[in-house]
Antibody, heavy 119, light 110 residues
Framework: QVRLQESGPGLVKPSETLSLTCTVS??????????WGWIRQPPGKGLEWIGS???????SYNPSLKNRVTISVDLSKNQLFLNLTSVTAADTAVYHC???????????WGQGALVTVSP | QSALTQPASVSGSPGQSITISCTGG?????????VSWYQQHPGKVPKILIY???HRSPGISSRFSASKSGNTASLTISGLQAEDEADYYC??????????FGGGTKVTVL
């Protein structure tokens, strides 16, 4: 059973960097099969794809966030990471890590981590 | 990238059929057969319903069906049930090697 668990600070100050970790169990990021993703959802709003990372470190980012986002992996710890710099209140959201079931659709989601950007 | 366009809300009575549209462009929906649909109940994680335009995910009721024509994809829920009341999101792979979601549609069962 694939399980994903996000962790990190629930409160970040404006202009600082949001950093989250996703710990994966039941599958290996190094399995070379999938692009692991990060997706966020502001309270009461829709889903926004942030980006994805392959086991090799190859990444793809949402163009609207590309200048501020970095996604990476640590194969030895079976973890993926999200860094989002220069945050504002608009970055307040529940952040999910996810694994595709197939090529481009996400069948496995973490429960999500609520990150609030506030002074 | 711009979000795919979905109606904000759709409603129907139990037993009826409803259809949710998802409109993109020639660089996403129109370019690939990689359209997916998700269902999200309040406070829950999104659940994959449909992938690759029309393929139901394992365990998903046959009441859910989907299709695509040009730059527009559609999700149909037949025999609407109270448990179908939820938010629905489409998504598509894009020519920029990214994923884009729709804005979401709230389905209300009257």
């Amino acid at each position: 059973q694939v399980r994903l668990q996000e962790s990190g600070p629930g409160l970040v100050k404006p202009s600082e960097t949001l950093s989250l970790t996703c710990t994966v169990s039941g599958d290996a990021i190094s399995s070379m099969t999938y692009y692991w993703g990060w997706i966020r959802q502001p309270p009461g709003k829709g889903l926004e794809w942030i980006g994805s990372v392959y086991y090799s470190g190859s990444t793809s980012y949402n163009p609207s966030l590309k200048n501020r986002v970095t996604i990476s992996v640590d194969l030895s710890k079976n973890q993926l990471f999200l860094n989002l710099t220069s945050v504002t209140a608009a970055d307040t959201a529940v952040y999910h890590c996810a694994r595709p079931s197939g090529g481009t659709y996400y069948g496995y989601w973490g429960q999500g981590a609520l990150v609030t950007v506030s002074p | 990238q711009s979000a795919l366009t979905q109606p904000a809300s759709v409603s129907g009575s139990p037993g009826q059929s409803i259809t949710i549209s998802c409109t993109g462009g020639s660089s996403d929906i129109g370019a690939y057969n990689y359209v997916s649909w998700y269902q999200q109940h309040p406070g829950k994680v999104p659940k994959i319903l449909i992938y690759d335009v029309r393929h139901r995910s394992p365990g998903i009721s046959s009441r859910f069906s989907a299709s695509k024509s040009g730059n527009t994809a559609s999700l149909t829920i037949s025999g609407l049930q109270a448990e179908d009341e939820a938010d629905y999101y489409c998504s598509s792979y894009t020519s920029a090697y990214t994923i884009v979601f729709g804005g979401g549609t709230k389905v209300t069962v009257l």
